[in-house]
């Protein structure tokens, strides 16, 4: 096996490579919580373009923002991805075993998809873990974009969860963030200061396309929605993976929260991202067969 540029005593790490060879050089066991947002098999390229708004004090912008003020819209980088597989389940069978076996005994993992490929996952993910691992199928709604008026609009994503042994798996829903009711009338005024505790239905708008967290990455994540998940199913100080992982969020989330944290991705523009959005919080390897890059690869680990 090859030699892990990974180390439990280490720091944060971004690791440039392909997972399917980076995967196999990590120990049995090492990660608490692995997060999984492969892409979706929609069959068609992401992109996403970064923009920002600049002030025209001559008035001749081409946008008109607050109390008529004149904006120039300034393009940045162009990010994309190509998100067809002719054989989506050889892809991604493998990284799930994988996943499987770097669980902690105590770990769990989430895996997020569409109604596209996620009941294919879900008999899979059956079959690797166990019926009696299934923990929860988690939706999360949202509603942003086009609205399709020849059926009902597809607004939702699916986790589903699973942990690696079902008696011993760690939750600690005291650290999740509550929902306000309903209802809250029909509460006492303590439980109504406390808020609820969330169901397996969430509702979380999409990154805002003009606000501070965005990246200009295809399909980012809401940090929200990935706080949730770190929170409930991991300690401070434990190992949290994501070997998908985009524009970061989960190394974001992380490293907001005391966890430790392994992001991989093969895309160098999701590296590029991470290294903008992550900065000094992880060190940043390449890992595996791809080409060189500009990475620093002789940089010691250091505690995040």
């Known amino acids: 096996m090859t030699e892990s540029v990974w180390a439990p005593d280490g720091g944060n790490l971004v690791v440039h490579a392909d997972n399917a060879e980076f995967l196999p050089t990590l120990p049995d066991g090492a990660f608490t919580l692995i997060y999984v947002d492969p892409p979706f098999n929609t069959g068609r390229v992401q992109r996403r373009q970064e923009t920002r708004m600049v002030r025209n ?9 607050f109390k008529g003020r004149s904006y120039d819209t300034i393009k940045g980088a162009l990010h994309s ?57 988690i939706i999360w709604a949202y509603d942003y974009g086009a609205r399709a008026k020849n059926r009902w609009p597809t607004k939702h994503d699916n986790i589903l969860v699973y942990v690696k042994n079902p008696t011993k798996y760690h939750f ?12 809250p009338g029909l509460v006492t005024p303590a439980k109504r200061e406390l808020g609820k505790l969330p169901t397996d239905v969430w509702w979380h708008t999409i990154v805002s396309p003009t606000g501070r967290e965005k990246t200009g990455y295809p399909t980012q994540k809401p940090e929200g929605l990935v706080r949730r998940i770190v929170s409930a199913s991991s300690r401070e100080g434990d190992w949290c993976l994501d070997f998908f992982a985009g524009s970061g969020t989960l190394g974001a989330v992380a490293a907001k929260l005391g966890r430790n944290f392994v992001c991989v991705d093969q895309n160098e523009q999701a590296i590029e991202v991470m290294r903008k959005r992550l900065g000094t919080k992880a060190d940043f390897r390449r890992s595996g067969s791809l080409p060189d890059a500009s990475l620093d690869q002789a940089a010691p680990f250091t505690k995040a």
């Open 81 to 137: 991805y190509d998100d067809a597989f002719s054989d989506y389940w050889s892809f991604l069978e493998p990284k799930l075993v994988e996943a499987w076996r770097l669980l902690a005994d105590d770990g769990t993992l989430y895996l997020h998809l569409d109604y596209r490929e996620v009941h294919y996952a879900k008999v899979m993910l059956d079959s690797i873990f166990g019926r009696e691992c299934f923990l929860n199928e």
């Open 172 to 183: 600690d829903n005291a650290e999740v963030d509550r929902e306000p009711y309903m209802a």
């Open 57 to 65: 004090a001559d008035g001749d912008g081409d946008r008109v923002g």
